[in-house]
């Protein structure tokens, strides 16, 4: 039986995420990318259809590693092969090729998947390259009560932590959809 993510791709439900309306929020993760990473390679977790990397300046990102769910989203990839490599695994299963480091890593909208993203934080630290950056945007659920809201407070008291510090946050509310998003450039410290 497939998947729910398999399903929803195929079916064109992420589609939207290429539109006018999630461009501002993909502008935001580029230009962090541009001030605070060093040039080499981007783990993106989470990269669905590996849209961000359409956004991406080549001098900067010198190879694109995206990660997903959904052997589908992956399919729907316009990438450069020669550039970038894409992986099918979920978030807590991935693990990079030996010996592999990342000057920045991306969790757009990924780490509610997961029932402890401050341990995937942390799993990712290891990494990255000296002063390597991560990256991440979480929507801000207006409910209380949502298990989204809660795994928002864990990733935000995880970046508050020791090893972390803070180079820029913002929050981005788009009015056509009444969604707001908060991303935070953080980098891993000893």
């Known amino acids: 039986m497939e998947n729910r993510w398999e399903t929803e791709y195929r079916a064109g439900r992420w589609a939207y995420l290429k539109g006018l309306q999630e461009a501002a929020r993909y502008g935001i ?6 001030h605070g990473m060093r040039p080499g390679a981007l783990l ?10 359409g956004y991406l300046g080549r001098p900067r990102v010198t190879r694109y590693v995206g990660v997903d769910i959904s052997q589908a989203a992956l399919d729907l990839a316009t990438v450069d092969r020669a550039w970038a490599s ?11 090729d030996p010996g592999e480091r990342f000057a920045a890593i991306v969790f757009n909208e990924v780490l509610f998947f997961t029932d402890r993203p401050g341990d995937e934080l942390e799993r990712a630290r290891a990494w990255l390259v000296p002063e390597g950056v991560v990256i991440v945007s979480m929507y801000q659920t207006p409910r209380p009560e949502s298990g989204a809201r809660r795994s928002a407070e864990a990733v935000w ?3 508050d932590g020791p090893g972390w510090t803070a180079l820029d946050e ?8 009444q969604l707001t998003w908060r991303l935070r450039l953080v980098r891993a410290t000893a």
């Open 157 to 159: 008291r995880a970046l």
């Open 170 to 177: 913002t929050a981005l509310t788009n009015a056509t959809k």
């Open 44 to 53: 993106d977790v989470g990269c669905g259809e590996a849209i961000l990397a």
């Open 86 to 96: 894409l992986v099918c695994s979920d978030l807590e299963r991935y693990a990079p």
């Open 29 to 34: 993760v580029a230009a962090y990318l541009r």
